[in-house]
């Protein structure tokens, strides 16, 4: 079994910092690509970051200036850092792995559980 657990939302102002991480547990063979997207209410999930296992990273042009992606690979963890947080980026945020588990054949897809992200004043 695989557990993705997500951390470190919350309500900031805009223009503040937030740092989200997702950290992966079980039986993991390997990390391929790891991403983080965000959803808004009647809308559909959108990418935010992604890296590679190499760390090729690539993001949204919503998030190019202000958002780096990052990952420890020992940890099994991806980071968000979100620096000048708008009130746009008010959504919910979840951490997406290709995993391979022991015993499997191939990489598969993990979602974390979503951790909220408020931009307000």
């Known amino acids: 079994q695989v557990q993705l657990v997500e951390s470190g939302g919350g309500l900031v102002q805009p223009g503040g910092s937030l740092r989200l991480s997702c950290a992966a547990s079980?039986?993991?063979?390997?990390?391929?690509?790891m991403a983080w997207y965000r959803q808004v209410p009647g809308k559909q999930r959108e990418l935010v970051a992604s890296?590679?296992?190499?760390?090729?990273?690539n993001y949204a042009d919503s998030a190019k200036g202000r958002f780096t992606i990052s990952r420890d690979n020992a940890k099994n963890t991806v980071y968000l850092q979100m620096n000048s947080l708008k009130s746009e980026d008010t959504a919910v945020y979840y951490c997406?792995?290709?995993?391979?588990?022991?015993?499997?054949?191939?990489?598969?897809?993990?979602w974390g559980q979503g951790t909220q992200v408020t931009v307000s004043s």
């Open positions: 890296t590679t296992s190499g760390g090729r990273t």
């Open positions: 079980g039986s993991i063979r390997s990390i391929n690509a």
């Open positions: 997406n792995l290709d995993l391979w588990v022991v015993g499997g054949t191939h990489y598969r897809t993990y």
